[in-house]
């Protein structure tokens, strides 16, 4: 079994991208309440703050900070995905390894996560979350985008209502 290297920091913030395996799917939003009870169920067991968090069909970001001592974002994703597949129709192509394991086809089996190092850092990270609708061509605006704590930003302060976010960039964690 791959040992993957992460920078764990108790209490700390993180970036994370979270992809289905079929990157064609709308899966997300269109069972974004099953992704939601996921996330509540997970919360409410593990609990972590959501800074941002952006829902596309077949990928999402998220930036959360961790309780004071606590490192574990792994074990909070793995009861989140496990929680949604487990609220979604079946049906999905699964490979063979998969069905030998008795997995769901539903997510990729590892997610892009990156420790959080400082208040520049966390806005460049937050934009992305917020503009990541525009630059998928969903929307115009990223106060359009329904899926998004982007409303919750403007209602803090921390946005106009009518940003754009073109002057982000960076990759991010995903291919263009």
Same mark, same amino acid.
């Given at each position: 079994?791959?040992?993957?290297?992460?920078?764990?920091?108790?209490?700390?913030?993180?970036?994370?991208?979270?992809?289905?395996?079929?990157?064609?799917?709308?899966?997300?939003?269109?069972?974004?309440?099953?992704?939601?009870?996921?996330?509540?169920?997970?919360? @409410?067991?593990?609990?972590?703050?959501?800074?941002?968090?952006? #829902?596309? $069909?077949?990928?999402?970001?998220?930036?959360?900070?961790?309780? !004071?001592?606590?490192?574990?974002?792994?074990?909070?994703?793995?009861?989140?995905?496990?929680?949604?597949?487990?609220?979604? $129709?079946?049906? !999905?192509?699964?490979?063979?390894?998969?069905?030998?394991?008795?997995?769901?086809?539903?997510?990729?089996?590892?997610?892009? !996560?990156?420790? #959080?190092?400082?208040?520049?850092?966390?806005?460049?990270?937050?934009?992305?979350?917020?503009?990541?609708?525009?630059?998928?061509?969903?929307? @115009?605006? @990223?106060?359009?985008? $329904?899926?998004?704590?982007?409303?919750?930003?403007?209602?803090?302060?921390?946005?106009?209502?009518?940003?754009?976010? @073109?002057?982000?960039?960076?990759?991010?964690? !995903?291919? $263009?």
């Amino acid at each position: 079994m791959t040992s993957y290297r992460r920078l764990r920091v108790g209490g700390g913030t993180y970036f994370f991208t979270v992809n289905l395996v079929d990157r064609r799917s709308d899966l997300l939003v269109r069972e974004i309440g099953a992704l939601r009870k996921a996330v509540a169920r997970t919360m @409410a067991l593990h609990p972590f703050m959501i800074d941002a968090w952006v #829902v596309l $069909p077949d990928h999402l970001h998220a930036v959360w900070t961790l309780p !004071e001592g606590d490192r574990d974002f792994s074990g909070r994703w793995t009861l989140i995905k496990r929680g949604f597949s487990a609220l979604v $129709p079946g049906g !999905e192509h699964r490979s063979a390894s998969r069905a030998a394991k008795g997995e769901r086809g539903v997510w990729q089996r590892r997610f892009w !996560e990156h420790a #959080v190092r400082d208040a520049w850092d966390y806005a460049a990270h937050i934009d992305y979350v917020h503009f990541n609708p525009v630059k998928h061509g969903y929307v @115009a605006n @990223a106060g359009d985008w $329904p899926f998004s704590t982007f409303r919750r930003a403007v209602a803090r302060g921390v946005y106009p209502a009518a940003w754009v976010g @073109a002057e982000v960039g960076g990759g991010f964690g !995903e291919r $263009p």
